[in-house]
């Protein structure tokens, strides 16, 4: 436990947020694996408390000094923290649950939360509010996982619960309680009055964006439209400091999930404007968040200016290979048939990531490669008398596109399917 709190020190005397954070992982770092059993074992359940304050005064006392409340709640943190380490240590060998260390570790979080609100915690020390919340969130979903996992009774009284029990409301039961510990995390970053400087809204975004996760994964993606409307209202009294001025990690994460909020509202060309944006900002070797902006970029895309995806542009990411070139090169070519059953092949996936409706209006485009090659093969009419340039047919018969449609789609068209085909077409285009 001395390393701990020399650490701790030593973050609290730097003003540190990011190197405290790391004191409140549940996970040992690299070069001192079994940390967490060092410190579980430096102490009891009986003498925690005591023993923590003991730590937190000795470390501290040749350093930057900290008032007695903070001095309290530093030693509440950790004694949760503690107490958390004691349930993980436990799951570890099977004595324990998920739902135990989630139960643990919300603990821990209002703790924290009580130390802003009640016991002066400076700003500067965020980086904690990240630590626990993104680890909240985590043991939230192994907790579901487990409990989904579980085999139910098959008793005799088991119809007899069973009819009370609605598993899909129980599906995702800690991840909808972890929602409500982080909107108060939320409120408490948004809320502090002090100035921007010293202000705790520099954690705002972090926040925000591990609510996007949790209501994406909760699939209630319209949730995040309240998040954002609470947040324009205070960019719109200039209460809140600059989107430019935080960290390019978090941009990147906010701007991908506002873009594909826009995306799923069909706003395409607003969606792709900050998806964009996204995949500017991103880090050129971050290439799994690379590929998650580029899911909902190239559909955009592909419906905003027709572009397709280069095979030089998905060098990089093999699953966007198998899952976007294959309907590329349909498109390009107008050839229907092998553009459905690419669809077809790649629906489970499209589905998944909620861009197969979006994918499929790429039909559209293929189309229009098939009729303008229908066009472009009807050559020329002959040059009118005192004329030497020739001029290009535009008079072509329904049955020529009847015929490449049908030979496209893999099965005969009826001549007035396709005249309703080239009139919505003509619609589009003008």
Not at 86 to 109: C, D, F, M, N, R
Not at 330 to 349: H, M, P, T, V
Not at 371 to 385: M, N, Q, S, T, W
């Amino acid at each position: 436990m001395n390393t701990l709190f020399d650490q701790f020190a030593e973050a609290h005397s730097q003003k540190n947020g990011y190197k405290l954070a790391q004191t409140l992982s549940p996970v040992a770092p690299p070069d001192d694996p079994h940390r967490l059993m060092a410190v579980w074992r430096s102490t009891n359940s009986h003498s925690v408390k005591g023993d923590i304050k003991h730590f937190v005064k000795s470390s501290t006392s040749h350093r930057r000094k900290m008032s007695h409340d903070e001095t309290t709640g530093w030693v509440e943190v950790y004694t949760s923290y503690w107490k958390a380490i004691a349930e993980i240590l436990a799951g570890e060998s099977g004595k324990s649950t998920w739902t135990k260390v989630y139960e643990a570790w919300k603990e821990l979080t209002s703790v924290l939360i009580r130390g802003y609100n009640s016991h002066g915690f400076e700003a500067w020390t965020i980086p904690s509010l990240y630590m626990v919340g993104k680890y909240l969130r985590l043991f939230a979903i192994k907790s579901d996982e487990e409990r989904q996992a579980k085999t139910f009774d098959t008793g005799p009284g088991a119809s007899l619960i069973s009819d009370d029990f609605d598993p899909e409301t129980d599906k995702q039961l800690q991840l909808r309680d972890c929602e409500g510990h982080l909107k108060r995390i939320f409120s408490l970053c948004l809320n502090d009055r002090a100035p921007l400087e010293e202000s705790r809204k520099w954690g705002i975004y972090f926040v925000i964006n591990l609510l996007f996760k949790t209501y994406f994964k909760l699939n209630s993606a319209s949730l995040s439209r309240t998040i954002l409307k609470t947040l324009a209202v205070y960019n719109d009294k200039g209460d809140m400091p600059p989107l430019g001025m935080f960290p390019k990690s978090q941009r990147v994460t906010f701007k991908f999930y506002e873009g594909v909020l826009l995306f799923l509202e069909e706003n395409y060309n607003k969606a792709e404007s900050h998806l964009n944006e996204a995949w500017q900002l991103c880090h050129k070797d971050a290439l799994r968040q690379s590929e998650r902006i580029l899911t909902y970029l190239i559909p955009c895309r592909l419906l905003t200016s027709h572009v397709l995806p280069t095979k030089a542009l998905l060098e990089n990411y093999p699953r966007l290979q198998e899952l976007f070139l294959p309907l590329a090169s349909c498109i390009k070519s107008g050839n229907l048939q092998a553009f459905d059953k690419a669809l077809q092949d790649g629906e489970a996936e499209f589905v998944k990531r909620r861009i197969y409706l979006t994918l499929e209006r790429g039909r559209d485009i293929a189309l229009r490669n098939l009729l303008r090659k229908v066009f472009i093969a009807g050559g020329f009419d002959e040059p009118k008398e005192g004329e030497t340039t020739p001029v290009r047919r535009t008079r072509i018969p329904v049955a020529e596109f009847q015929a490449a449609v049908s030979m496209g789609s893999g099965h005969m068209v009826d001549p007035d399917e396709v005249e309703c085909m080239l009139a919505n077409m003509i619609y589009k285009v003008s």
